[in-house]
């Protein structure tokens, strides 16, 4: 399964964005999709993540009560990103995993990155 963010953009702080990644066939109900992202000269980091079959989410602490993570019927995964702070500024990637992680390593497929850039 490929994956394809797309979204991002330049947006003042306390504004809003959605991401959207649009997988190429059918996500499995055993997979875990998750959004991570990476400003410069820093490590990835978790930001979401959403189990396909129940749609239970959990979401890192910095972007809790903001950001919400959500699918549709088939292949596609979205995050809302709502009241946005300069430090939200990164590349934002999508993953296919099937464990409930907050660790990269544990997605097999990844997005190529959608660039989110928060002006105060």
């Known amino acids: 399964v490929q994956l394809q963010a797309s979204g991002g953009g330049l947006v003042q702080a306390g504004g809003s964005l959605r991401l959207s990644c649009a997988a190429s066939?059918?996500?499995?109900?055993?997979?875990?999709m998750a959004w991570f992202r990476q400003a410069p000269g820093k490590e990835r980091e978790f930001v979401a993540l959403i189990r396909w079959s129940t749609g239970r989410s959990s979401y890192a602490g910095s972007v809790k009560g903001r950001f919400t993570i959500s699918k549709d019927t088939y292949s596609t995964v979205t995050l809302q990103m709502n009241s946005l702070k300069s430090e939200d500024t990164a590349v934002y990637y999508c993953?296919?995993?099937?464990?409930?992680?907050?660790?990269?390593?544990?997605?097999?497929?990844w997005g190529q990155g959608t660039q989110v850039t928060v002006s105060s």
């Open positions: 993953a296919r995993g099937t464990q409930w992680s907050e660790i990269p390593s544990e997605y097999a497929s």
């Open positions: 066939g059918r996500i499995y109900s055993s997979a875990v």
